[in-house]
């Protein structure tokens, strides 16, 4: 019945997209962190807004589940897919990725005590704890011995506290807002990170037209430092670095 | 109380009795094997539920544990879940709106979560389990509800079946026996065969019996005739006897000059000819041990009439029912009815050239039995009606009537009237 009533909605906001609206562009993602949230006041959020409104859209970032969200894109039920990092058009043939990157991620280890580490063999014999569906750290700790699947950053950082991991690998900006929220001042991430990837954003190939457009804006604001104030703004409040 | 009934009786009260021991024994079985497989449960929750709880506390998946927990009450009679986390959270079953349940008559399961990390046990949490006995109780006795309604069922039908089988196989077979042998009680039907009215022979214990009772019926048939055969001969040999006396008596009353000697020795003879009569009768007819007063007293009338002078003159009216009498009664009856008639014909009709003579023996009532002799001669005089001066005779009836128990009552108007009333 939910997944009727879902699929019903969907279906609404795809046609009063492609008939109803031509102004609006709905991106889907799957975060609900600082980088996008459903109050759309997430860094990402507020990139996508002032760059589809430099080239006169209006964009719509829509919640979706990890999994169904590339599919859905794919299959052209949204317009777009917020951040992802490059070459998934090799499987999802009809997403076409916007070359101007939104962020750079670094996915970092965190811990309670100061590990050396340099480069995945480093955590090898370590309990490590990764969220599931990460692609990126999956396949990177296939193999480990002592590695832990939870379900979301909560149950990674509560293992982390509780001393029931040595390090939990995850997205050193979102992993900072998340010991925020949860209040776990004693964890801390380690350098150098384990991978740093450029995320793009992709849109449907029925969009492609829009694509220089898009990059050109992004490269825009970042020239202009109107990207630069927007991080800013949002990192601020978990950095701990500065 | 029929065999057929009290089978029916006796196997219905057997199938309760057996259905009282019984079913709490199947009862207490039943629950110790439903417990023994709420106790299966509860080990392969500890096989199968365990090592995911462990793992979800141990990964702090609380939604995952509060699934898991849910799933847990679906056994049956596992009613409460409660899992207490590492830092004393409780977790239990989200009854909403449903009325939590009481833990008064469950019986807890506790057992320690661990999780081994780092080559140590490392404490996660607590499980407790409750199950709930009192239901399980009551739903084992309400499963045996129906079988015990089915068992007095069964029982009811058993001791009808009972009843019947025996009636049409046994019962009805042995009334009609016994109807046959109260029908065939005396010696002429001894030689008659009783056989069962089956389909076929079965060669059962109930030909067996027949068998038995009736070659039992032909000894004692060739013993009754054996008997019947002496008892004549010994009748005859008494008849005899008394026919002897009876000649001794009169040889001996034509010898005396002495009038009362004379008469004593006349009525000595003439009781004798009533016993006489009786033998006679007796010896002649088949049966020595009984005989009907129809057959009997006219007969012993006609012989004293004919032999007592001046009998000739006496018109005789006997309204005699048939009444069976043994030997003894009948000779009772005999020298009453002897005394009578002798009194009637030596003082009765003196001057009469014709007397009348009336013996009546009929059936008043089922067990009473009227006797009424009379005759049209001068009567019974006063002293012997009230018993102040009566002869050998009057005395004898007397005798006579209180061996029957009866009651006599007489009459000297307008002739003698003797009334007897009497049970038999």
């Known amino acids: 019945m939910k997944k009727t009533v879902g699929l019903f909605l969907m279906l609404l906001i795809v046609l009063s997209a492609v008939y109803g609206n031509e102004n609006k562009f709905y991106i889907s993602t799957s975060y609900k962190n600082l980088l996008s949230n459903p109050e759309q006041r997430g860094m990402l959020d507020r990139i996508m807004d002032e760059a589809f409104h430099r ?106 506290h509780k001393d029931r991991l040595d390090v939990a690998l995850y997205s050193k900006l979102t992993g900072y807002a998340a010991l925020e929220e949860m209040n776990y001042d004693e964890i801390f991430h380690l350098e150098p990170p384990l991978a740093s990837r450029k995320m793009y954003l992709y849109v449907h190939k029925r969009h492609s037209a829009l694509v220089p457009e898009i990059a050109e804006a992004l490269k825009s604001m970042k020239e202009d430092g109107t990207y630069e104030k927007i991080v800013s703004d949002s990192v601020m409040p978990y950095n701990r670095e500065e | 109380m029929s065999i057929a009934t009290r089978y029916t009786l006796y196997t219905f009260l057997l199938m309760l009795l057996l259905s009282a021991v019984f079913a709490p024994i199947i009862s207490v079985a039943s629950y110790r094997e439903e417990y023994k497989r709420v106790s299966a449960q509860i080990e392969q929750i500890h096989h199968s539920h365990i090592p995911s709880l462990v793992s979800s506390l141990w990964m702090t998946h609380y939604e995952l544990l509060q699934l898991q927990i ?158 019947e055969m002496l008892l004549r001969e010994v009748h005859h040999r008494i008849k005899n006897n008394m026919s002897s006396v009876q000649a001794l008596l009169r040889m001996q009353a034509e010898l005396i000059d002495n009038s009362e000697a004379l008469v004593a020795l006349e009525d000595a003879a003439s009781r004798l000819q009533s016993m006489m009569v009786l033998y006679d009768k007796l010896y002649r007819q088949g049966t020595v041990e009984s005989m009907s007063a129809a057959e009997y007293l006219p007969a012993l009338i006609a012989e004293i009439l004919s032999v007592f002078p001046g009998g000739e003159k006496v018109r005789l009216h006997s309204e005699i029912d048939d009444i069976i009498f043994d030997a003894q009664e009948l000779s009772s009856l005999g020298i009453m ?22 013996v009546v023996l009929r059936r008043q009532s089922e067990q009473q039995l009227e006797f009424i002799y009379r005759d049209n001669g001068v009567g019974i005089p006063e002293s012997a009606i009230s018993g102040k001066a009566e002869g050998l005779g009057f005395m004898l009836i007397r005798s006579m009537v209180d061996q029957f128990g009866g009651t006599l009552e007489l009459s000297g108007e307008s002739g003698t009237m003797v009334r007897v009333l009497f049970y038999h």
């Open chain 2, 70 to 227: 849910e799933s847990m009450v679906q056994f049956p009679y596992i009613d409460r879940v409660e899992i207490v986390d590492d830092e004393g959270r409780l977790y239990a079953v989200n009854y909403n709106d449903k009325q939590i349940p009481e833990l008064e008559g469950m019986r807890e399961y506790h057992h320690t979560l661990t999780y081994e990390y780092r080559g140590e046990e490392i404490e996660v949490g607590s499980l407790c389990l409750y199950v709930n006995t009192e239901r399980l109780q009551r739903d084992v006795l309400q499963d045996q509800t129906p079988l015990l309604l089915y068992t007095l069922f069964a029982a009811i039908m058993l001791a009808v079946a009972v009843s019947l089988l025996f009636h049409m196989m046994v019962g009805r077979h042995l009334r009609h026996f016994a109807e046959f042998l109260r029908s065939s009680s005396d010696s002429a039907s001894l030689s008659v065969s009783f056989s069962f009215e089956r389909d076929r022979k079965h060669g059962d214990e109930l030909e067996e019996l027949a068998a038995a009772v009736n070659s039992m019926r032909l000894k004692l048939r060739g013993q009754f005739e054996e008997k």
């Open chain 1, 55 to 160: 080239i006169g859209l209006e964009a719509k970032i829509v919640f979706t589940r990890t999994e169904k969200s590339l599919v859905d894109v794919n299959a052209g039920l949204l317009d777009g897919e917020l951040n992802r990092i490059a070459g998934m058009e090799a499987e999802y043939t009809n997403l076409v990725q916007v070359p101007e990157p939104n962020m750079t991620m670094h996915f970092v280890a965190f811990a309670k005590q100061d590990f050396q580490i340099d480069g995945w063999e480093s955590i090898r014999n370590l309990y490590i704890g990764i969220v599931k569906g990460w692609k990126i750290l999956e396949q990177n700790t296939a193999d480990f011995p002592r590695r832990t699947l939870v379900p979301s950053e909560i149950e990674l950082f509560t293992m982390l």
């Open chain 2, 337 to 358: 009815t002897n005394e009578l008639v002798t009194n009637s014909l030596k003082h009765g009709f003196l001057d009469q050239k014709e007397g009348h003579i009336s």
